[in-house]
């Protein structure tokens, strides 16, 4: 066998592999033995470039490069389903069908109702070709490099499989495992948590990079498959034929020829769903035969043939153990109820956030209360009520918020119009002092992907670093181990920690922690000042002049910037290396200097955010609404009717995105 030869065996092989482990979840080799494959298939990829294949297993772990979504019209409209929230909507729906076809025999595909982000999948001559979102129903976004990483999902299809062209849908969706996995990750850095595995997936299967996507562990379940030269007239058939295609069709999939069997079905998924590794929020009922769907048709929102059941916000009753209290590193301090196990929507819940001292008061919790507890759509458990009539008279204590912090014992303070508390220690408070270096580790602030929150964790504990400026004085001596058998894992948190000091300016003032100061008012702030020295001296006045700082994020600046200790850590920073000013690189030209340009609608060239970008780049600045002192508006197509009013009653011009492209190539 030659090398060309070994290259296709080992894609066959590798795809075979990726179905047996993602779609069959019956694995026949070790995870050793397909890394080696795929270890073996990248080096004579790499020796072999006119071997080049973009649907090759190994583009399966995605680029860092920037994807940009194309829209893209769907051949047929994805219509939305009708949502039902009962037995009688269901009889309705059924009689409905009954009547729509005059009395004839028909039978009703149930299905999963799958929580997940909706996609059409394009197949021609066995291979993928494109991949798009279901957007508006008509049109959605292309996002094929991302979904091309998804392991569930076949990017070439086995031989006995037609070369018509074809389209399966379907639902991309996150496993409670890999959702778990990815909130953990993100409470770690103190990052916001994803509400529910549905948001998790739509923002992964959105992001700019497919390497990022290839890492959430995304899956796929398939459930229409639409190709006149590939389908029959039995939808369950269909979908049968698909999973023998290699699609991953839910198994679950049933045929009922009566009213009760639907019945049957729905009420046996409302209590088995909890132990399904993927979050379900309803049943589909579909009529089984193409030829009746079409008769049936379709209103302009959604099908006739079809509808969904939703099922009610699941709930479960437990008792309230104890009330602990966290510090993040902004110093909040969140209550936190730690409950009697019960099991809920698929997962074991023990623990659910009280939020703030205001929450606690309105449920009146008194420890050892039996506690109601949903996830309703949200993920994230909240205690919802209390059983009262439960409630015992030798019940221990009431639940009271505690006055002084659990880490260092500083006097907490709740700032006007707030409901948190936080512990004013920002410079002592070891929770404090670790989440942020966390902080400023993370992918958004100066991503430094060697380490992770453990590592710090491990370093901060051990004497190594106190804040982060200690991150730039670490050697890799300090770090390998006495036996140095970690020298290799060593280097790479160093060469991490180096590459760190190109971050942008914008970047680095994110990375700061400062109180109110985010990612966009980051690059605000960077793009208006130019560099550190200059923001540092700046006076509240100025401060308030610049679009989208208010008096609280200005007064936060100014009171960061007075403490000597955060002036000495710039210093420490700078000497070190890290950017402190914006690079000529990052200023393009002046071409917009002293603009200010509202963004509106949706572009085909960049994204809303590549535009905000260019614009900073040539010194302009974007701002969010239009007056008098707009200098104009980039707008793409649906651009908002108030917005368009707006500037035409001000006189405010209206540039298109290629005069806008077009102006800056002129520079």
Not at 155 to 183: K, Q, T, Y
Not at 231 to 250: C, I, P
Not at 293 to 316: C, D, H, M, N, V
Not at 319 to 330: A, D, H, I
Request: hydrophobic share 35%.
């Amino acid at each position: 066998m030659n090398e060309k030869e070994r290259v296709l065996f080992l894609r066959k092989e590798l795809e075979r592999h990726n179905y047996n482990y993602y779609v069959k979840n019956r694995p026949v080799i070790s995870d050793r033995d397909f890394d080696e494959m795929m270890s073996e298939l990248i080096g004579l990829e790499a020796r072999h470039p006119e071997l080049e294949d973009d649907l090759s297993p190994s583009k399966r772990v995605g680029s860092d490069l920037s994807i940009e979504f194309k829209q893209v019209e769907h051949a047929a409209p994805m219509l939305s389903l009708g949502n039902t929230y009962s037995r009688e909507e269901v009889a309705a729906f059924y009689h409905r069908i009954e009547e729509g076809l005059g009395g004839e025999p028909f039978r009703i595909c149930c299905e999963l109702k799958f929580d997940g982000l909706g996609i059409s999948l394009i197949y021609e001559k066995k291979r993928l070709l494109r991949a798009v979102t279901r957007g508006d129903g008509v049109r959605g976004d292309d996002v094929t490099e991302n979904v091309k990483t998804i392991r569930s999902i076949p990017l070439c299809l086995d031989e006995s499989v037609p070369d018509d062209r074809f389209e399966i849908r379907g639902e991309i969706l996150m496993p409670w495992i890999s959702f778990e996995r990815l909130n953990r990750e993100r409470e770690a850095r103190e990052e916001p948590l994803f509400a529910n595995p549905r948001n998790a997936a739509s923002g992964t299967l959105k992001s700019k990079s497919s390497a990022v996507v290839a890492g959430r562990g995304l899956d796929a379940y398939l459930y229409y498959m639409l190709g006149e030269r590939v389908t029959g007239d039995s939808h369950f058939e269909n979908m049968q034929k698909a999973s023998e295609w290699g699609f991953k069709v839910s198994g679950e999939m049933k045929r009922a020829d009566t009213l009760e069997g639907v019945f049957a079905f729905i009420d046996y998924w409302d209590l088995q769903r909890k132990n399904l590794p993927v979050a379900t929020d309803g049943i589909v009922l579909k009529v089984d035969s193409i030829i009746q769907q079409r008769r049936l048709g379709s209103t302009a929102k959604s099908p006739r043939w079809a509808i969904a059941y939703k099922f009610p916000a699941e709930r479960a009753c437990t008792e309230l153990q104890s009330v602990t209290f966290q510090v993040g590193r902004t110093g909040a301090v969140t209550p936190v109820a730690n409950m009697k196990p019960v099991q809920l929507s698929g997962t074991v819940v023990k623990r659910a956030s009280l939020h703030n001292e205001d929450i606690i008061r309105q449920l009146d919790l008194h420890i050892g209360d039996m506690v109601y507890v949903e996830k309703a759509g949200e993920i994230i458990p909240q205690i919802v009520g209390v059983n009262r009539e439960s409630r015992s008279e030798t019940l221990r204590e009431a639940v009271t918020f505690i006055s002084r912090c659990p880490e260092c014992g500083e006097k907490l303070v709740r700032y006007e119009g707030e409901a948190a508390h936080y512990c004013p220690n920002d410079m002592g408070c070891p929770p404090q002092k670790k989440g942020k270096i966390v902080h400023f580790i993370s992918r958004e602030a100066m991503n430094i992907e060697s380490l992770g929150p453990e590592t710090v964790e491990d370093y901060f504990d051990r004497g190594l670093i106190h804040d982060v400026a200690d991150l730039y004085q670490l050697k890799i001596t300090d770090i390998c181990g006495a036996d140095r058998t970690r020298e290799k894992s060593a280097r790479k948190i160093i060469d991490g920690i180096e590459r760190s000091k190109q971050a942008g300016f914008d970047r680095v003032l994110f990375a700061l922690g400062i109180r109110f100061v985010g990612k966009v008012v980051a690059r605000t702030l960077a793009t208006y000042f130019r560099d550190v020295e200059t923001l540092g001296k700046a006076s509240l006045e100025e401060l308030l002049s610049v679009d989208g700082v208010g008096a609280v994020i200005a007064q936060s600046l100014r009171g960061w910037f007075e403490k000597k200790t955060n002036r000495d850590l710039l210093e420490r920073l700078k000497a070190s290396g890290v950017r402190m000013n914006l690079s000529e690189e990052e200023k393009v030209s002046d071409r917009l200097a002293g603009k200010s340009i509202v963004i509106s609608g949706t572009f085909t060239r960049h994204s809303r955010e590549d535009y905000k970008e260019i614009i900073e780049k040539h010194s302009g600045k974007s701002v969010s609404g239009i007056s008098g002192k707009t200098s104009f508006v980039l707008a793409g197509e649906n651009m908002g009717p108030s917005k368009l009013e707006k500037a035409r009653k001000l006189g405010v011009p209206i540039i298109s995105e290629s005069d806008f492209l077009h102006l800056l190539e002129e520079e």
